[in-house]
């Protein structure tokens, strides 16, 4: 039995690592509660430990704790993703004004961001619908009390709640669903639903009811209309740092959750006369229906509330609300180019999206405001952080010679060769809707004088503008040069299925 919890463990070493490091963290931070620089260092050190075992581990395809975890390219892959965007995050925090006025809890801070990461990592190789309940709720947990943690910011306190509230319902009626789906099928492991399933002997009634319920817990986690209520509210209550890390790694874990439930349960393996790499569903699931109401709705909304908003914060929540929306488009095209699709999107998402969030803090930080029109001026007294910003827009936008133009490509492209033109043709309306409100802030920092009438730099410590630098570069580098990418994402999509 020694053995056996062993090999399990040795599966899951990056896993391991990063509970090792909380662990250490919390311990020195009973020791000296002051020390912020040797947690920040312990923090980044075992992240960068797990995420060398990651790496290393590219193509390893096998599962662990008797199926209830897979370890294969797909969880790899998310794994990378949720581990590099913890990284960027804690460098993040050391800039923060937020968080330093915090220091006395910073151990508690770091800890809870170790705890999220742990969670999500969980989250994306879970096989079994109780392991994905459980990580979900161990990442939720610690995101509630981390979206409060500025005890001095007046709506730190009521974001978390409104999180709390709003993820209680959501995982009490996504844990129904799959009540009713053990009640069907006598087994909660991924693979075992499908077997069942594909028997035909199940109520449809029945059935489309639970993956209804369960698409509510994965919608309220990726942040999907109409599941998107504490959204706006905890991203601009929490501190900067925590928005930027809900919206990159907990999306991430969200949609690697919801692809692998919904491929492994509900795909019939037995039609073969498809096209390459396409899929269709079994009888009686009406997924592909919904995720594409889902999708058009939260590209759609978001980016309209988007419109009216005058806090950068605020904004960039919706922003990433229409983001999800876009990428449930991969999901909609039920292949391996729509999956893969998403997981590309997800990378260049992790660095313009961060990026954004990361000058906003740094100039929030000078400024002590969020508002829009105090980013009038601001590309003359501080140049290299406005045309950051800039790219970082224009890539959300979707717009050559940056990333995320090659992330909606590859998701509208799969779209056609679907031959869903009509989907497409909206998602690509909507994102020339959403370069109007990107272009409000371009507006205010290039051709709008401040009113003030301040001329004085703003000046940034040489560590934050390596920072921004190393998100700034692969957010036009992989405009560029992306076919690895699109290797390396279409590879973890062949090598993920059913064993």
Request: some cysteine; charged content about 10%; proline content about 2%.
């Amino acid at each position: 039995m020694l053995e056996t919890i062993v090999n399990n463990l040795s599966n899951i070493m990056p896993e391991v690592i990063v509970t090792v490091t909380l662990c250490v963290v919390l311990i020195v931070h009973l020791i000296d509660r002051k020390n912020m620089q040797i947690m920040t260092l312990l923090s980044i050190a075992g992240l960068f430990a797990a995420f060398y075992v990651l790496t290393e581990s590219i193509g390893t395809n096998n599962s662990t704790f008797s199926g209830m975890l897979s370890v294969d390219p797909f969880a790899i892959f998310f794994k990378i993703v949720i581990v590099f965007a913890t990284i960027v995050v804690v460098m993040m925090s050391r800039f923060s004004d937020e968080i330093n006025a915090e220091y006395r809890t910073i151990g508690e801070y770091y800890f809870l961001l170790l705890s999220m990461c742990l969670g999500m990592m969980f989250m994306v190789g879970s096989s079994n619908l109780l392991m994905m309940y459980l990580t979900l709720e161990m990442s939720s947990l610690s995101s509630y009390v981390a979206s409060g943690f500025t005890r001095k910011a007046k709506d730190s306190s009521e974001a978390s709640l409104k999180y709390l509230l709003y993820g209680a319902f959501s995982s009490g009626v996504m844990l129904y669903g799959i009540s009713i789906i053990y009640g069907l099928t006598g087994t909660l492991d991924l693979v075992g639903i499908n077997h069942v399933l594909m028997q035909g002997s199940s109520s449809h009634l029945a059935l489309i009811t639970a993956s209804i319920f369960i698409l509510v817990g994965f919608g309220y986690k990726i942040s999907a209309v109409p599941f998107h209520y504490w959204t706006p509210d905890v991203y601009e209550g929490a501190p900067t740092t925590i928005t930027a890390f809900l919206s990159v790694a907990s999306k991430a874990a969200g949609f690697a959750m919801m692809m692998r439930a919904f491929k492994v349960m509900f795909i019939d393996s037995s039609v073969l006369d498809l096209p390459a790499g396409a899929w269709t569903l079994i009888s009686g699931v009406q997924i592909q229906n919904a995720l594409m109401i889902l999708s058009v709705l939260t590209m759609t909304l978001g980016n309209l509330v988007a419109l009216w908003q005058d806090n950068v914060k605020r904004m960039l929540a919706y922003s990433s609300i229409a983001q999800a929306g876009y990428m449930l488009l991969g999901l909609v095209v039920l292949s391996n180019d729509g999956f893969s699709a998403v997981m590309i999107y997800f990378v260049v998402y992790l660095f313009m999206n961060l990026g954004a969030f990361y000058v906003v803090m740094l100039l929030a930080n000078k400024t002590g405001s969020e508002h829009i029109d105090n980013y009038r001026g601001i590309g003359k007294r501080a140049p290299l952080l406005s045309v950051a910003l800039a790219v970082f827009l224009i890539s959300l936008t979707g717009l050559p010679p940056t990333a995320g133009f090659i992330g909606k490509w590859m998701i509208f492209l799969s779209l056609i060769n679907a031959k869903m033109i009509g989907i497409a043709v909206v998602g690509v309306l909507n994102s020339v809707v959403s370069l109007y409100y990107y272009i409000r802030i371009i507006r205010n920092m290039f051709l709008r004088d401040d009113q003030t009438e301040t001329t004085e730099p703003i000046r940034f410590p040489l560590a934050q503008q390596i920072l921004l630098m190393s998100l700034l570069i692969p957010t036009l580098y992989f405009g560029l040069f992306f076919n690895q990418l699109i290797e390396f994402a279409q590879l973890s999509v062949q090598m993920f299925g059913m064993k």
